[in-house]
């Protein structure tokens, strides 16, 4: 019987030698370059935010919801037709139920008439099944408070442990900044996707923050207490074991968001991604650049 080909030692040693090769390039950029283009990009996502803030969802400002299935539309011409017909900024999203079937959602502002939306829908679509709900503007503003503080608790949270894992301000504000960061960029590519701010999104930017914290303490772990001869082997070592798991994760992410007929899975995802391509940004090379600067100078963490 034929055996399956199996990976020998020198063999798989020389597939990461290669991947460390072509990571090469970021150990050999100089510390200050690796501390200041992040730097940029932050700033530039903090300037995104002032002018595109993502829009904030019917579960954090209050509004109705009107679902119809049975209906198969474009949602951008329906969106027009309705908002031009009612008088009023009307969202419309489509999706596909477990079954297979295709319907519609219709988020309008707090205090408009459901059942003129329905009138109008019905029109076009007599045979849809329709249904809707309403929240409140003072159960959104709740939700939003509740979901606002939920982040700064985990925030602070994480900070605390940060500082007590490594006793060392250059390192851990160097992680914390990493957090800070990742969640800026993600909400600032989500006002410029408009990918609206909901429970479901801040629970993902919940997420987002221990992930960073995985990774940047992979990271000062290697290099502060490394077994290779210098912080760039140190540091190569770390980095193809993070870009593996960037990679792996960003594809399992990637995967949900394609097959994926929930638009709050596909926010979810949307939003997952974007912070793990900025947090690749931010602890391979921003962080790693803070820990490469301070440790050239002969300081330990």
């Excluded at 940029?40 to 995104?48: R, W």
């Excluded at 459901?114 to 099944?129: C, S």
């Excluded at 290779?228 to 995967?255: C, R």
């Amino acid at each position: 019987m034929a055996k399956g080909k199996t990976q020998k030692p020198g063999q798989t040693a020389e597939v990461r030698a290669k991947s460390r090769e072509k990571l090469r390039f970021l150990a050999e950029m100089e510390p200050k370059k690796m501390i200041t283009y992040p730097l940029v990009v932050f700033i530039v996502a903090l300037l995104l935010l002032a002018v595109h803030f993502p829009p904030l969802g019917i579960d954090l400002k209050g509004g109705v919801v009107v679902t119809g299935e049975g209906i198969s539309a474009n949602p951008d011409q329906l969106e027009k037709e309705l908002s031009g017909k009612l008088g009023l900024e009307v969202h419309v999203e489509s999706f596909t139920s477990v079954s297979g079937s295709k319907g519609i959602r219709v988020y309008a502002p707090a205090g408009t008439d459901p059942q003129k939306i329905i009138d109008i829908l019905k029109e076009k679509y007599p045979n849809a099944d329709f249904t809707h709900s309403e929240v409140q503007p003072t159960f959104g503003e709740m939700a939003k408070k509740q979901g606002m503080r939920a982040i700064i608790f985990a925030f602070i949270a994480m900070a605390v442990v940060v500082f007590l894992f490594f006793r060392n301000p250059v390192s851990s504000l160097a992680i914390i900044f990493s957090a800070l960061s990742d969640m800026t960029i993600a909400v600032a590519v989500m006002g410029i996707f408009r990918i609206q701010l909901t429970t479901a999104t801040i629970a993902a930017l919940l997420m987002l923050i221990g992930y960073t914290v995985d990774s940047n303490i992979l990271l000062t772990t290697k290099l502060t207490k490394r077994k290779e001869d210098t912080i760039e082997e140190a540091y190569l070592s770390a980095v193809s074991t993070g870009f593996t798991m960037s990679t792996t994760t960003l594809g399992a992410l990637l995967m949900l968001w394609i097959i994926s007929t929930s638009p709050v899975l596909d926010n979810i995802a949307a939003v997952l991604i974007f912070g793990l391509l900025a947090d690749f940004m931010n602890t391979w090379i921003f962080n790693a650049g803070v820990l490469r600067w301070y440790l050239s100078r002969g300081v330990e963490l």
